[in-house]
């Protein structure tokens, strides 16, 4: 087997079925690499850096095409290491890592498919027999009549745990979140209260505060250590990026002061960059994301990493299908996974791709079954969603205002 293409494939759909999620966001964008070959085989993988800047993907990856080109997939490592010292100037950490995880991730499947197995064989073997799952439930939709009618929309899913992003969202007044220490600790003590009396104690309850993705009137540490300390009580699965990652001191100093586990590192690519965290034991838990991290690969040295210090990881996905079923084969190869994330009500740009490859049971993920990553692009698909300009999400500044 010869690689004889390697394609970008860029499109835009609707961001999720789920009410609750459109009300902030309508519309995702999505960035899907395919390793074409002299067989029938193509390989698929997804870079979650096309949720955000869609635009800048087919560029790196026109860069990195030529390094592939009449290679074989038997040794996706030694690909990975070719493409990532090619371009060791510019893409030791960030976009270009992002995408190279793409094309590694297709490169996988390749692989999976040539020799008919599943990709989390061929990254160590299967680690667990079933994990839990929890639905990536985006903003805490207020009043608290809505945010109670979601929780249980979410438990008819078949969810056992959920996440809420701190402060709260509404259509009607937008976005709340407390900077104030003392605001922001009761605030949230108030809300998870309230969950807490509504979902009863079997909840597996996580919080996001989203702090990399706020460019203004954020959490510093005295704010994120009064709101950690006063969730004690409420049995927290963890509380999620609760600073920015410019401050891996400040969740040293966050992780030491709680019983609360903190988590964190969906927003960091390359290994050494994550070196920096863990041992530092920034995080309780790791949310590395195997379309993000780097590369499949990467995503195992991170979750080695976590191990070494007997800590556990937490997958992060909230790309399209691709990125999913990835961090689903990575979550399932590594030992220390302690739970999966899933976007509940997912819409085409995760259901086509997917197919049947994805089964939750009883609120557990079970590991998938078919030769590969498990997901198809078809030419339907890419031409039922094509690729809209603008639609990639980032953080609104003056100048530079998101809408849908």
């Not at 198809?376 to 809408?403: A, D, H």
Request: with cysteine; proline share 5%.
């Amino acid at each position: 087997m010869k690689i004889t293409d390697v394609r970008c494939i860029l499109l835009t759909g609707p961001c999720t079925n789920d009410r609750y999620l459109k009300e902030a966001r309508g519309r995702r964008s999505a960035a899907f690499i395919e390793v074409h070959t002299d067989t029938e085989h193509v390989g698929i993988g997804e870079t979650y850096a096309g949720y955000f800047c869609p635009e800048a993907v087919p560029a790196i990856v026109d860069f990195f095409r030529p390094i592939l080109l009449d290679q074989t997939p038997d040794d996706v490592n030694e690909l990975w290491e070719r493409m990532y010292r090619c371009g060791k100037f510019w893409c030791r950490v960030g976009l270009g890592t992002s995408v190279l995880n793409g094309i590694d991730a297709a490169l996988w499947d390749l692989k999976g498919k040539m020799l008919g197995l599943p990709v989390y064989q061929l990254l160590g073997g299967l680690q667990h027999e079933k994990l839990l799952g929890y639905a990536t439930g985006g903003p805490s939709n207020y009043p608290k009549d809505r945010l109670a009618r979601k929780i249980d929309y979410y438990r008819s899913l078949g969810f056992h745990g959920m996440k809420f992003g701190a402060g709260a969202y509404s259509p009607e007044t937008g976005w709340i979140l407390a900077s104030d220490a003392a605001e922001a600790a009761d605030f949230e003590a108030d809300k998870m209260e309230f969950v807490r009396a509504h979902a009863g104690a079997d909840l597996k309850v996580m919080l996001d505060a989203h702090m990399d993705n706020r460019p203004a009137g954020g959490w510093d540490l005295n704010a994120a250590i009064a709101v950690a300390k006063t969730l004690e009580p409420y049995d927290l699965f963890f509380l999620e990026e609760a600073l920015p990652y410019t401050d891996p001191w400040g969740y040293q100093e966050l992780a030491k002061a709680t019983t609360v586990p903190i988590a964190g590192g969906e927003c960091l690519t390359a290994a050494y960059e994550w070196r920096v965290f863990a041992e530092r034991d920034c995080f309780d838990i790791g949310q590395p994301d195997a379309s993000f991290t780097g590369g499949l690969g990467e995503f195992m040295k991170v979750a080695a990493m976590f191990e070494a210090r007997g800590r556990g990881i937490a997958t992060h996905a909230w790309g399209a299908g691709g990125s999913l079923m990835q961090n689903i084969h990575c979550g399932f190869a590594a030992p220390n996974t302690r739970i999966l994330e899933i976007a509940p009500d997912y819409a085409g740009l995760h259901s086509e791709v997917i197919g049947d490859s994805f089964v939750m049971k009883n609120g557990f993920v079970l590991p998938p079954q078919k030769p590969g990553l498990g997901i198809v692009l078809t030419n339907e698909t890419k031409n039922r969603y094509p690729f809209i300009e603008g639609s990639g999400e980032f953080n609104s500044v003056p100048g530079k205002i998101l809408r849908g």
